[in-house]
């Protein structure tokens, strides 16, 4: 449960947050995504309130959460289909077939995601991402699943998005990712934003 959290982001700024688990790290994201409604407070994301102007704030944020949320009997090409259409955006093949080469399924796009392997499900949510260009990241436990080559393309896409003008959140238990990435670290403690000092806080 958050109480209180208070954070500001600025352009061109990658912030990574830290926590113990059900420190409301997740809720934080899905908030700032409008997935969830916030009881109380306000927020907003380049402009745009996140209660009243959600359909603005959706349009530049891109979350990437715990689960990969990809379609099992549709191919990789067809799951970054389906999302364009979803967020009223045009389906461009050519598009769709240099986004999933970028992450390393170009071979892959004809094929049906079921039979992915977490790594390579992990990639298309990424591909999907990227597709859709978002100004704000917001990625949950982001290099969960990858090996090194699919970390590099995940803070590959961190600096592109940051060097446009637009901003960065990541949730991460790697500490030492965390100082190694981030511009900011803070730490999510007991529902508040604190900043984050090497050994302050035990993360779970």
């Known amino acids: 449960m958050l109480k209180g959290a208070d954070l500001i982001v600025g352009r061109g700024e990658t912030i990574a947050i830290l926590g113990k688990n059900g420190s409301g790290k997740?809720?934080?994201?899905?908030?700032?995504?409008?997935?969830?409604?916030?009881?109380?407070?306000?927020?907003?994301?380049?402009?745009?309130?996140?209660?009243?102007?959600?359909?603005?704030?959706?349009?530049?944020?891109?979350?990437?959460?715990?689960?990969?949320?990809?379609?099992?009997?549709?191919?990789?090409?067809?799951?970054?289909?389906?999302?364009?259409?979803?967020?009223?955006?045009?389906?461009?093949?050519?598009?769709?077939?240099?986004?999933?080469?970028?992450?390393?399924?170009?071979a892959h796009a004809n094929a049906r995601t079921r039979g992915f392997s977490a790594g390579m499900q992990r990639r298309l949510a990424l591909a999907r991402l990227r597709v859709l260009e978002p100004s704000l990241l917001l990625l949950d436990e982001p290099y969960s699943s990858l090996d090194p080559d699919g970390a590099e393309i995940v803070t590959g896409m961190i600096g592109a998005v940051r060097n446009e003008g637009g901003a960065a959140i990541f949730i991460t238990h790697d500490i030492r990712r965390a100082e190694d990435i981030a511009d900011r670290v803070v730490a999510l403690d007991d529902g508040r934003i604190v900043p984050w000092t090497t050994g302050a806080l035990v993360a779970e």
């Open 26 to 106: 997740t809720t934080l994201l899905r908030i700032i995504a409008t997935l969830l409604r916030p009881t109380r407070g306000s927020g907003a994301v380049f402009g745009h309130r996140l209660s009243g102007d959600e359909d603005a704030v959706r349009g530049r944020v891109g979350l990437l959460g715990h689960t990969n949320a990809i379609y099992p009997d549709l191919t990789a090409a067809e799951n970054l289909g389906f999302t364009l259409r979803m967020m009223g955006r045009p389906v461009e093949p050519r598009a769709v077939e240099t986004t999933l080469a970028s992450v390393g399924l170009g």
